[in-house]
């Protein structure tokens, strides 16, 4: 079991970014309308940018595909570490409804970015003074 748990991991956090990537980009269910007021400030702010949603939901469709698939996945983990960590940041202190679930994806990025054998090593190289 302990051998699986990275390929648990990756497959679930792949699911999570491709399928929130797809849903974003095409507007498959349709905005809540009773977020908190800073959100949609926050949200209002982004969308003002034009390109700043797309970008960000290609982006999470590549690198969920990446982590489904198995390939790069050190790279789609760093690519995808700045969107995590605005997630959380996002739900601590703008809409706390959804800090576990962002919560859980930290713990899952984390976890494959600094524990997981197959990738660990890779992304703690990046970390090396030179």
């Known amino acids: 079991m302990k051998a699986k748990?990275?390929?648990?991991?990756?497959?679930?956090?792949?699911?999570?970014?491709?399928a929130s990537?797809?849903?974003?980009?095409?507007?498959?269910?349709?905005?809540?309308?009773?977020l908190p007021e800073a959100l949609m400030t926050f949200n209002q702010g982004l969308a003002a940018?034009?390109?700043?949603?797309?970008?960000?939901?290609?982006?999470?469709?590549?690198?969920?595909?990446?982590?489904?698939?198995?390939?790069?996945v050190p790279l789609a983990l760093v690519i995808l570490a700045p969107i995590v960590l605005n997630i959380f940041l996002v739900h601590a202190f703008?809409?706390?409804?959804?800090?576990?679930l962002a919560l859980i994806l930290g713990l899952l990025t984390i976890y494959l970015?600094?524990?997981a054998p197959p990738y660990a090593p890779k992304i703690k190289a990046l970390f090396h003074k030179k």
């Open 5 to 18: 748990l990275p390929l648990i991991a990756r497959i679930l956090l792949g699911f999570v970014f491709f």
């Open 21 to 34: 990537g797809i849903v974003g980009l095409f507007n498959l269910v349709p905005q809540p309308t009773d």
């Open 49 to 72: 940018s034009v390109y700043f949603f797309p970008l960000l939901k290609i982006t999470e469709i590549v690198c969920g595909l990446l982590l489904l698939v198995g390939w790069f």
């Open 94 to 100: 703008l809409a706390p409804s959804g800090l576990a």
């Open 113 to 115: 970015s600094f524990f």
